[in-house]
């Protein structure tokens, strides 16, 4: 089991940038896929992100295509989520995730049932 623990959320204006991060421990970090989720008050958790266990492969949903950025750092065990240009609607709390089996890359049909760990979450609020 690996632990994992966000930070970085907080409350921002549209347009402005945050960056969210993960620590884990425990598990062998560097050969799982990462991903991160969102849950939005009365919504399902839903994909944003993931990242191989080998960096070069990331996968993003439409809404935030080209806006974040989830990156990895090996040596510090830390997975990230650069967000740009937030909007209102990016509001949620967001939710890292490990892969629950080693050495695979997770795509856009990745599901919450795909991971075995979580974090605790971390809130972001975009107000207009």
């Known amino acids: 089991q690996v632990q994992l623990v966000e930070s970085g959320g907080g409350l921002v204006q549209a347009g402005d940038s945050l960056r969210l991060s993960c620590a884990a421990s425990g598990r062998t970090f560097s050969t799982y896929a990462m991903g991160w989720f969102r849950q939005a008050p009365g919504k399902e958790r839903e994909f944003v992100a993931t990242?191989?266990?080998?960096?070069?492969?990331?996968y993003y949903a439409d809404s935030v295509k080209g806006r974040f950025t989830i990156s990895r750092d090996r040596a510090k065990n830390t997975v990230y989520l650069q967000m740009t240009s937030l909007k209102p609607e990016d509001t949620a709390v967001y939710y890292c995730?490990?892969?629950?089996?080693?050495?695979?890359?997770?795509?856009?049909?990745?599901?919450?049932?795909?991971?075995?760990?979580w974090g605790q979450g971390t809130q972001v609020t975009v107000s207009s």
């Open positions: 990242i191989g266990w080998r960096e070069i492969s990331t």
């Open positions: 995730a490990a892969d629950s089996k080693p050495f695979r890359t997770l795509t856009t049909s990745a599901v919450t049932t795909d991971f075995g760990s």
